[in-house]
């Protein structure tokens, strides 16, 4: 298994382009999610999915849009980037009533510039 | 909603000693406790985990510890050595959460040797 793949690895956008961060995992886990990462303010849940067809928001949602069309494959949009979306991002995944473990992402360095 | 305090932000041991991170969390409803360890230019990687019917678990090096009364919940790491060096991470899972985690801000530890 590949676990959650997440690309590009690095990426710079200017200001208003929009592009979109790919996830994916070979696990068949129903749940999975995106979180950024920015220094002193650990993880925080942007977007989650408890299987297709069925998504919903975070803590910080605003300026992200997703869609769940498969078990695998997640994938975050940013519509107009904002220098304020440069963060790292992680995807996540794990099966639905688990107990919890989740299984990460190498993540994805976003830079706007 | 739940609100998880981690402490401290910075921790530098001497190997072979020992390493707290201690963590309280808001939300009496909270279940699920990880610890989370993030190396340089990775994703988190799950290390430990604690149920709230549990009070204690190790495993080799690690333990981690939790008082439901006063709602907190620690890491220790004993013995450390420097390959113990990274962020770590707590967080708390609201039952009946789908699976939506809460992190705590993180705490970066160093090992001199």
């Known amino acids: 298994n590949a676990g959650v793949t997440q690309t590009p690895k690095f990426q710079v956008l200017k200001t208003g382009q929009s592009m979109t961060l790919q996830c994916a995992q070979d696990?068949?886990?129903?749940?999975m999610s995106w979180y950024r990462q920015d220094p002193g303010m650990g993880l925080r849940l942007i977007h989650y999915s408890v299987g297709a067809g069925i998504t919903d928001q975070g803590e910080v949602p605003n300026g992200y849009n997703v869609s769940r069309s498969t078990t695998e494959d997640f994938p975050l949009r940013l519509l107009s980037a904002a220098p304020s979306q440069t963060s790292v991002y992680f995807c996540?995944?794990?099966?639905?009533?688990?107990?919890?473990?989740?299984?990460f992402g190498p993540g994805t360095r976003l830079t706007v510039t | 909603g739940e609100n998880v305090e981690q402490h401290p932000s910075t921790l530098s041991v001497q190997e072979g000693d020992s390493a707290v991170i201690k963590c309280t969390y808001s939300?009496?409803?909270?279940?699920?406790f990880p610890w989370y360890k993030q190396e340089l230019g990775k994703g988190p990687q799950l290390i430990i985990d604690?149920?709230?019917?549990?009070g204690e678990k190790k495993d080799q090096r690690i333990a981690v510890t939790l008082n439901k009364t006063a709602k907190h919940f620690s890491l220790h790491i004993t013995e450390t050595q420097p390959e113990d060096s990274a962020v770590y991470f707590c967080a708390a899972r609201l039952q009946g959460g789908s699976e939506k985690l809460v992190f705590g801000k993180g705490t970066k530890l160093t090992v001199n040797p």
């Open positions: 696990m068949n886990h129903e749940y």
């Open positions: 604690i149920r709230s019917n549990v």
């Open positions: 996540a995944s794990s099966p639905v009533g688990s107990g919890g473990e989740q299984y």
């Open positions: 939300d009496s409803a909270s279940n699920y």
